[in-house]
């Protein structure tokens, strides 16, 4: 999981990317950023949010997320957004095209809707 924070991580501040795939280089998404990052690490994932929380080897409660376990917003077939989780109750995310990609506190993400009480984990 090492290897998939610190890609994600260098890349905070790149630009958010949905038009053109999301996948990079030229930007990101939440789910293809999250597929390279674990790419990069030697570990293949779907393309979307909710394929890549169904494709966990397993789920834990979101109170015992570690670094590395993947975060999401929505629940069932409706799971829209996907983020790292680097500890600290913070992730690595593609928030948007006026943010970009950031590394920010949960906290701070509240008004994005429901948080799955799952996080998950490869």
């Given at each position: 999981?090492?290897?998939?924070?610190?890609?994600?991580?260098?890349?905070?501040?790149?630009?958010?990317?949905?038009?053109?795939?999301?996948?990079?280089?030229?930007?990101?998404?939440?789910?293809?950023?999250?597929?390279?990052?674990?790419?990069?690490?030697?570990?293949?994932l779907p393309r979307t949010a909710s394929a890549q929380f169904y494709?966990?080897?397993?789920?834990?409660?979101?109170?015992?997320?570690?670094?590395?376990?993947?975060?999401?917003?929505?629940?069932?077939?409706?799971?829209?957004?996907?983020?790292?989780?680097?500890?600290?109750?913070?992730?690595?995310?593609?928030?948007?095209?006026?943010?970009?990609?950031?590394?920010?506190?949960?906290?701070?993400?509240?008004?994005?809707?429901?948080?799955?009480?799952?996080?998950?984990?490869?």
């Amino acid at each position: 999981m090492a290897a998939a924070v610190s890609y994600a991580r260098a890349r905070v501040g790149a630009p958010y990317f949905y038009q053109w795939g999301g996948n990079g280089p030229r930007g990101y998404d939440c789910s293809g950023l999250v597929q390279q990052a674990f790419a990069s690490g030697g570990i293949s994932l779907p393309r979307t949010a909710s394929a890549q929380f169904y494709a966990a080897q397993s789920h834990v409660p979101l109170s015992q997320a570690q670094f590395g376990d993947l975060v999401f917003w929505g629940e069932g077939a409706g799971i829209w957004h996907v983020a790292i989780y680097v500890g600290n109750n913070t992730v690595v995310n593609a928030l948007n095209p006026s943010q970009g990609i950031l590394e920010v506190n949960l906290a701070n993400m509240s008004g994005m809707g429901a948080l799955n009480p799952l996080a998950a984990r490869f």
